[in-house]
């Protein structure tokens, strides 16, 4: 069986926002990307995407409507809203802060 | 509603995207070359839990608590509906546990925690005069009187009890009246709820005699209460008007029906003479010690001004310790007690449960595969158990109701207040609280260690019965260990009460009661007014001539007061020939008891020297005493005492010599655990001024109260009577203590009885578990007395150490028992020995029925099982 590697907490939310910051997407969509852009490193099991897209929108940083999708099904699409913007600013800039600090940790400058 | 409306939009909603997302991934994937078969199952797989999402999202909006609570009571109640037998054992075990607790809390509520019923009664408090020795007394009334004009702390009124004989238009009846002085009413802050209490003219010697009755007798007597002021009644014969009726609850002091004044009668006026409770109100923000502080003043004044107040001391005691104090010991350790009995109860729920929990690790493992996380898993388990403890509760509160009724009617008259027991909703709360804390508390271990399921090992096929890892087997070990630990000091409490009880009982009293009846007279002459001595010998005689002239009697006498009654009067005497020692508290002492001539024959007390009163004594100018043993040893230890004159200064207008005439065996007058005092009879027929109060004592068939009945009312249609065995008043005398053992024997049985049942149902458990490892040893040529020690050793080795770890704990709390304990020490090594031994028949008997169930296994069954 392949291993599949969890994603930190909080991070799904932050690969979201950041795939929407190209345009509105819906579910399915978003999900395609994150694969294909990560080159299949990141494995999302697809079905934990909607309760992150319900904590977004309950927080606000995203919206959502219905549409049709590209095989002309009835789909809800979600779209950034300022404050998710904010928010995912915010986010990247933590993130990278723990990245630095973990790779400080992993390859300590030899002195 | 809006709410809801919003929420299933939104589900619906979700579900449809849901369903979107899967058909395009099918697509997808078909393009891609797959079957759709294919296609199908590996878009299901890359989508992942479908309802865990949609949990999970419900989740994110906050909706789930609610909503998961109401399905973990519903999948609860399945739960515990489909294993009857586990269920319906908890919730007995339960409602008997958490019963028990409710019924004895509600007891400790009415007994210990409920305020006195008078206004401000933290204000109130007791004043007494104590010995060197620091013993309280009774004040006498020139001291009172002192303390009552000199002290600034306080009010203070003095008071007195007895019991006569209320007549008039009606039966007559016996009953209990204060004796109060001015300021009593006052100081309690009560005042009478029809009429009005004693006028500053009615509280002179002299005053024409008026009474204030009871609420609860005024209606008894004259229906209705307002209807009897200004009714006249006899008080032992004597003519008073009913002035005022006192508020239904109030009866201070001693459970009083009646109160009159205390001045209507003359005051010996001697400081030796210690006649008078005190009672007194506080003024506003003084406290007990600044009262204290204040009579300590007070008594140093009086040492030195008076040589009968010498050495005495006064002190002040808040009016609830006097009421509570004498039985909050007792009651702590019942308190406790009843507590282990509870956390016995849960301990034992505990390892069933942890036991089922194992056998549910399939279910919990699917629940958990399917996508429940750990919490929710503790939740669910958590939610069983406290559905559980609240069936529990709710039928222990039914036996609770049970309980507390059976309180009330058993009752000890010397245990104060217990009869307001009640459950009201102050005990409805305790019940639900303890209820839910109880449940939590049992629940907590199984919850935390079926959570812990691994679905792998849980779910694999091979393993049959689901294995309980070695930390739940480690658990439940440790469980049962502290079941018996704890009910074995239970166990050890209870038989160190039986032992001490058991003892009491059987003491040899010195009086032969069984077979012989009492009735409490008074003659009708109230004590110190108008005492017509003839008259009390005439009616005395005429009693004990028609009682003795029964068919059947074969003794019959008076005596005042009557042993074991809880009375008992004392006083200091003189010898002739002998000097009296300068201070007067050297005074030699000695109880005193009047009696008839066949008072020892009625008893069966031996008479050791010289002989027994005479009737020729009844009509003998020369006064003639009785004394027993304990005096004789005591004031003439030479053997000599028969034909000595002796003289209490107490005794009648102007006290005789009397001269000894024999000596008799020592009684436990005073009480089955006091030793025998020297103590001193008179002839009641010499002394019949003395006392118009005396007891009837008749050794004789019960079937004959009639007729004594019909003899008292042809001589004194005023005088009531009411029959009791002797064996009833000694049975009365140590009611508190049976009382006491009784309810912690039986908080102790059912500990007992619930341990037996904790390592039973590991045991069974653990032979069911082992079913399959045992079969293999079988096989391999084991025997099965082999097994069965296998097993028997495993549970005895549990119980050795519940055993050892309960008596350890029982030899350090128990001595908190020590106050209770008559003649046994509370480290006694023989209880301790029985009980070890006891418990453990029991105990292994509990491991013996799973032991012998797994000594016949088949092991051609048990294999093929696997």
């Known amino acids: 069986m392949k291993e599949r590697r969890d994603l930190l907490p909080g991070t799904l939310e932050m690969l979201i926002l950041q795939t929407l910051k190209r345009g509105a997407l819906h579910g399915y969509a978003i999900s395609q990307s994150i694969q294909e852009t990560s080159h299949e490193v990141l494995q999302v099991e697809e079905g934990s995407l909607y309760p992150a897209l319900q904590r977004l929108l309950r927080e606000g940083w995203v919206l959502a409507e219905w549409g049709t999708s590209a095989r002309n099904r009835r789909v809800r699409t979600y779209r950034l809203t300022p404050a998710g913007r904010k928010q995912l600013e915010r986010e990247i800039a933590g993130f990278e802060r723990l990245l630095a600090g973990i790779s400080r940790v992993i390859r300590p400058v030899e002195s | ?866």
């Open chain 2, 1 to 866: 509603m809006a709410r809801w409306l919003e929420r299933r939009r939104v589900e619906r909603e979700m579900a449809a995207e849901m369903a979107v997302h899967i058909d395009e991934r099918i697509e997808q994937l078909m393009e891609q070359g797959h079957s759709a078969e294919e296609a199908r199952v590996q878009a299901r797989r890359q989508f992942g839990n479908v309802t865990l999402q949609k949990e999970n999202s419900r989740e994110a909006w906050g909706w789930n608590g609610v909503e998961q609570l109401a399905q973990d009571v519903r999948f609860g109640c399945r739960v515990l509906a489909k294993t009857p037998a586990f269920t319906l054992t908890a919730i007995a075990v339960l409602a008997l546990g958490i019963g028990m607790n409710t019924a004895m809390f509600s007891a400790a509520k009415a007994v210990l925690l409920s305020a006195l019923p008078y206004p401000e009664p933290d204000r109130l408090v007791e004043v007494w005069q104590t010995t060197k020795a620091g013993a309280f007394m009774d004040a006498s009334g020139p001291d009172f009187r002192d303390w009552r004009d000199q002290n600034r702390s306080m009010r203070l009124a003095s008071y007195g009890g007895d019991q006569v004989s209320l007549s008039g238009d009606f039966a007559p009846r016996r009953i209990r009246i204060g004796v109060v002085s001015a300021g009593f009413f006052e100081s309690m802050s009560v005042s009478a709820a029809i009429g009005r209490t004693f006028s500053r003219q009615e509280q002179k010697l002299g005053a024409a005699p008026v009474v204030i009755l009871g609420y609860d007798l005024s209606q008894r007597t004259f229906g209705m209460p307002a209807q009897s002021i200004g009714k006249s009644v006899r008080l032992d014969g004597l003519a008073f008007t009913v002035i005022g009726v006192m508020p239904p609850a109030f009866d201070f002091p001693l459970r009083a029906q009646a109160w009159v004044a205390q001045e209507l009668f003359p005051d010996p006026s001697t400081r030796s003479a210690h006649n008078y409770h005190v009672v007194g109100r506080l003024k506003a923000g003084v406290s007990v010690r600044r009262a204290q502080e204040d009579m300590n003043v007070i008594a140093a004044r009086l040492a030195k001004a008076y040589i009968d107040d010498r050495d005495e001391g006064i002190k002040v005691v808040s009016l609830y310790d006097e009421v509570v104090g004498p039985v909050r010991p007792a009651f702590l350790i019942l308190l406790s007690a009843v507590t282990l009995v509870l956390l016995i109860a849960c301990v034992n729920i505990s390892s069933l449960h942890l036991a089922r929990g194992t056998v549910r690790a399939k279910e919990l493992g699917l629940r958990a595969a399917l996508g429940a996380g750990r919490a929710r898993l503790i939740r669910q388990l958590l939610t069983e158990a406290v559905l559980l403890a609240l069936a529990g509760g709710a039928a222990g509160l039914a036996l609770a109701v049970a309980g507390t009724a059976v309180l009330r009617h058993s009752a000890p008259a010397n245990i104060p207040r217990l009869e307001n027991i009640r459950v009201d909703t102050g005990i409805l709360f305790f019940t639900a609280f303890l209820s839910i804390g109880a449940g939590l508390l049992f629940g907590a271990l199984p919850a935390m260690a079926g959570s812990r399921a691994d679905v792998n090992e849980s779910l694999k096929q091979g393993s049959g019965k689901g294995t309980a890892g070695p930390q739940s087997k480690r658990w439940g070990n440790a469980l049962v260990v502290g079941q018996i630990g704890l009910a074995v000091v239970l166990f050890a409490g209870a038989a160190l009460l039986l032992k001490s009880y058991w003892k009491l009982a059987h003491v040899d009293s010195g009086l032969r009661s069984s077979g012989v009846f009492i009735a409490d007279l008074s003659w009708p002459a109230i004590n110190g007014m108008s005492i017509d001595s003839k008259e009390v010998l005439r009616l005395s005689n005429g009693l004990l001539a028609g009682v003795g002239s029964l068919p059947g009697v074969q003794a019959a006498a008076l005596v005042q007061p009557l042993p074991l009654s809880g009375n008992g009067a004392n006083g200091d005497f003189e010898m002739e020939g002998r000097a009296l020692p300068a201070d007067p508290h050297l005074n030699p002492n000695a109880y005193y008891r009047l009696i008839t001539s066949q008072y020892f024959d009625t008893f069966g007390i031996p008479i050791l020297k010289g002989r027994a009163f005479e009737e020729a004594d009844d009509r003998s100018p020369q006064q003639v005493a009785i004394v027993n043993q304990s005096f004789a040893a005591n004031f003439f230890p030479d053997g000599d005492a028969v034909g000595k004159r002796i003289r209490f200064f107490g005794f009648d207008r102007k006290p005789e010599f009397m001269t000894v005439v024999g000596i008799v065996a020592d009684v436990r007058a005073l009480g089955l655990d006091k030793p025998a005092r020297a103590e001193v009879f008179a002839d009641y027929m010499q002394h019949a001024a003395f006392s118009p109060d005396a007891t009837l004592v008749v050794r004789g068939p019960a079937s004959l109260q009639a007729a004594v009945s019909a003899i008292i009312a042809r001589l004194n249609r005023d005088t009531p009577v009411e029959f009791q065995s002797m064996d009833q008043v000694i049975a009365g005398s140590i009611a508190r203590e049976r009382f006491e053992t009784s309810l912690l024997s039986l908080f102790a049985g059912f500990a007992l009885l619930l341990a037996a049942v904790g390592i039973y149902g590991l045991l069974s458990y653990t032979v069911t578990r082992r079913t399959s490892e045992l079969g293999i040893r079988m096989t391999l040529g084991a025997s099965r007395p082999a097994v069965l020690w296998l097993v028997l050793s495993e549970g005895g080795r549990l119980v050795a150490g519940g055993l050892l770890l309960g008596l350890l704990c029982a030899s350090i709390l128990n001595s908190t028992l020590a106050s209770l304990l008559y003649g046994v020490k509370a480290t006694d090594p023989a209880t301790f020995a029985i009980v070890a031994l006891v418990f453990g028949i029991v105990a292994m008997l509990g491991c013996y029925l799973p032991a012998r169930r797994a000594s016949k296994i088949d092991p051609n069954v048990a294999l093929r099982y696997e």
